[in-house]
């Protein structure tokens, strides 16, 4: 796949959920499939971020970032989001974390 060229930030809208399964703490990024565990629930999203910015990135340095990120059905924003909305399912006792993630040349994080 071709690598994108420019320089502009662009955004994706990310959500990430943790739950207890089998007394487990669990968490995933809805958007892209990406699972991880953790100490607690907070521990679990936080873990579940950086597995995600590690994908992430991965996949940029890759040149694959927008043909995935077409494939998962995640819209790219040229500017911020100004809203973000809960997707997928959310079952009682989930901790549910909608965030921004900036996707520049220099790198992946979570906008500001």
């Not at 873990?47 to 494939?71: S, W």
């Not at 911020?80 to 790198?107: C, F, H, Y």
């Amino acid at each position: 796949m071709a690598k994108r060229n420019g320089s502009a930030k662009r955004y994706i809208v990310i959500t990430l959920r943790a739950f207890v399964d089998e007394g487990f703490f669990v968490s995933e990024c809805v958007e892209l499939g990406i699972a991880s565990q953790g100490d607690d629930l907070e521990d679990a999203l936080d873990m579940a971020l950086d597995a995600t910015e590690v994908y992430l990135r991965g996949l940029a340095e890759l040149g694959e970032l927008d043909a995935v990120l077409l494939r998962k059905n995640v819209k790219i924003h040229t500017t911020r989001p100004r809203s973000v909305s809960l997707r997928g399912q959310v079952r009682p006792g989930d901790l549910i974390k909608p965030l921004v993630m900036s996707i520049a040349p220099s790198g992946v994080s979570v906008a500001a």
